[in-house]
């Protein structure tokens, strides 16, 4: 049996959720709610395999407690807003599944009831696309930090900083002074300048600028 808890401000929707799916012989709804503070005190204690959540509704919506929900039962938001940005921040939140009303039939709740129960996910057509912008930026996201460390591995190839002087070299670019630098790396700042003379050197460079500027220009 799974057990679902049904979370909507307007009490029809509740009543006609809490009918349907209590017509079939493998789902039960265990508990109702009219806003996200009162879903949160209802799934601690009731621990339902599966809750319907809406997003817009008073004293806390959906998005707002999605996070909490999911320790406690698998999400599934069932909603009138298909904003990409809400479903996004849904599915990031920890749903498992995001349905918008008038997007899908009685039908497909169920099946989507079921497979969010069983831990799979179930998205309408609108959810998938920004499903797919989420992977693709991603994608996006985890390509830039490999270029980025890439870049950071040429140049240290190129110009054979240790992993000190390239700690100083951060500092520097962000614009610390040698007594900052000697600070946060906790030495003195005698030592901070002999790693900045090593630093030019390598880089050839005569001054704190144009260190940056090559080591910059290698990024």
Do not use: C
């Not at 008073?58 to 998005?63: H, M, T």
């Not at 999911?70 to 939140?93: C, K």
């Not at 057509?125 to 930090?145: D, G, H, N, Y």
């Amino acid at each position: 049996m799974i057990n679902v808890l049904v979370v909507d401000d307007n009490p029809i929707v509740r009543m006609a959720l809490h009918g349907y799916l209590s017509s079939s012989e493998d789902v039960k709804v265990v508990g109702e709610a009219a806003d996200g503070r009162t879903a949160m005190a209802v799934a601690r204690q009731l621990r339902p395999d599966v809750t319907l959540l809406d997003h817009r509704m008073p004293i806390a919506d959906g998005l707002s407690v999605v996070r909490q929900l999911a320790e406690h039962s698998r999400v599934l938001v069932l909603t009138n807003d298909g904003d990409h940005d809400l479903i996004a921040g849904m599915l990031r939140g920890g749903a498992h599944g995001y349905l918008v009303h008038g997007e899908f039939e009685p039908t497909e709740l169920l099946r989507a009831v079921r497979a969010v129960a069983a831990g799979e996910g179930w998205l309408s057509a609108r959810s998938a696309s920004v499903t797919i912008s989420m992977l693709r930026e991603q994608a996006a996201r985890e390509q830039a930090e490999a270029e980025r460390t890439a870049a950071a591995r040429a140049r240290r190839e190129r110009f054979g900083l240790t992993r000190r002087e390239q700690e100083v070299m951060a500092l520097l670019r962000a614009g610390h002074s040698n007594a900052a630098i000697a600070r946060q790396l906790l030495l003195t700042e005698k030592t901070v300048k002999n790693h900045l003379a090593n630093i030019f050197t390598k880089l050839q460079a005569t001054n704190r600028t144009e260190a940056v500027v090559r080591w910059a220009d290698q990024a």
